[in-house]
């Protein structure tokens, strides 16, 4: 395709000269047409032919091609990196299929850039609006709780606490919301770094269990670990206690939340040579093949009106995923509804 393209000033050139020199021709012939014989016609018609075709030439390299020299120039320039900005380049070279090659692939790259744009503004519009409507039914909702105090319900000592506690619950949600939303912006920017430490992430799952124990037994949840680790010998990590901490924890949570009445959530470790595999799995609801990809994303809700009740941000996966991240390791998510959802994550294994 680009010799096509190369070729056109070449044919532009030649059928040019030969239109001009027959034009040439013509022209004397009508002029002199009583001295002119066919000899004469033809070395005319090949001396024109070769003036124009010199003329032509002349014009298109002076006027086109050194100018398109200077562009080719310019953009391999710009695409050098630093240090070979000063390398010589061979103007000698077919200069049209260059810059037909370099203008290609800048287009290209411009193209993805431009899609990439696109996809990230729809992701800030979507993610301010996200944040925008978390933020706004608690704090509407504080709204009318305290104008109904102050236009007299504080008076009514069978109201007035009610309303202060929901006024607190929903100030909670809001500040648990901010929280949230500056803890991944400091993943994100690297300003919070993991706080490696070697400690025992079975003992650090039975914490886990036991501060969220209340929650499972009022669905009457079972927490568990899989069996093989029912000798409590301690499966040795490095990472930072408190963060994985805080991933156990949502994860665990989320499990409850979604959780089928009297079902179970088991936590799982698996030794994969330097690294641990921990899998946080239960037998609730379920999750849509079509959802799982966006799981992670902010304020990603599957259920959102039922999200919305459970009290969470939205934010929980998106910090899980973060933290783990931050630890140089990886994170994903099996699930079928109906059958329950598997999470599973590495970690670095510590050994002496």
Known sequence: MAMLKIQKPINLLIFGSIAVAFLGVLLLYVIFYRYFSILYAIITLVVLFFVTYLIFRYILEKFIYDKIKVIYKTIHTLKLPKKEK???????EDVLEKVSMDVSLWAQKNQQEIDDLKKMEAYRREFLGNVSHELKT???????????????????PQVNRSYLEKAVRNLERMINLVRDLEIIAQLESGEIKMNYSRFDILS??????EMLELKARQKN???KLNEKHDDGLPIWVM??????????????????NYGNEDGRVKVSF???NDLILVEVS????GIEEKHIPRLFERFYRVDKSRSRNLGGSGLGLAIVKHIIESHGQTIHVRSAPGVGSTFSFTLQRYTS
């Open 86 to 92: 000063n390398k010589p380049i061979n103007l000698n």
């Open 138 to 156: 608690p704090l509407f909702n504080l709204q009318g709780f305290l104008l109904t105090l102050l236009e007299g319900a504080i008076d009514d």
């Open 204 to 209: 650090l799952t039975g914490e886990v269990f």
């Open 221 to 223: 949840i079972q927490l």
């Open 239 to 256: 990472a930072d206690r408190e963060r994985i901490r805080q991933v156990l924890n949502n994860l665990i949570e989320n499990a409850i």
């Open 270 to 272: 698996y030794e994969m």
């Open 282 to 285: 239960d037998n609730g609801i």
